[in-house]
Nanobody, 118 residues
Framework: QVQPVESGGGLVQAGGSLRLSCAASGRTFGISVGWFRQAPGKEREFVASIRWSGGATLYADSVKGRFTITRDNAQNTVYLQMMSLQPGDTAVYYC????????????WGQGTQVTVAS
């Protein structure tokens, strides 16, 4: 089965940028790859997703215009470019993939910490 592996998190000042990567280990990604995040004391929330075939994207309203999700089919990797970061973006960011449009995300990475300092 596929195992997403995230990287690229870190500490950044407010207004700064980071790019997260999610590589597929074991097998190729499923039909869709999503980024989620979970801040301390909050539930995990959807950030963005991309369909592996065709590249259609979806974004949470809170990140539209600031975050961009892209994929590299040859490298079997999905990226999340994050711009104009704010302290409210501080969270553990998770990458996940699923095999069906009608199912939930099945395979999850371990997460990468993003901390935005004010």
């Amino acid at each position: 089965q596929v195992q997403p592996v995230e990287s690229g998190g870190g500490l950044v000042q407010a207004g700064g940028s980071l790019r997260l990567s999610c590589a597929a280990s074991g097998r190729t990604f499923g039909i869709s790859v999503g980024w989620f995040r979970q801040a301390p004391g909050k539930e995990r929330e959807f950030v963005a997703s991309i369909r592996w075939s065709g590249g259609a994207t979806l974004y949470a309203d809170s990140v539209k215009g600031r975050f961009t999700i892209t994929r590299d089919n040859a490298q079997n990797t999905v990226y999340l470019q994050m711009m104009s970061l704010q302290p409210g973006d501080t969270a553990v960011y998770y990458c996940a993939t699923k095999r069906s449009d009608f199912g939930s995300y099945e395979f999850w990475g371990q997460g990468t910490q993003v901390t935005v300092a004010s």
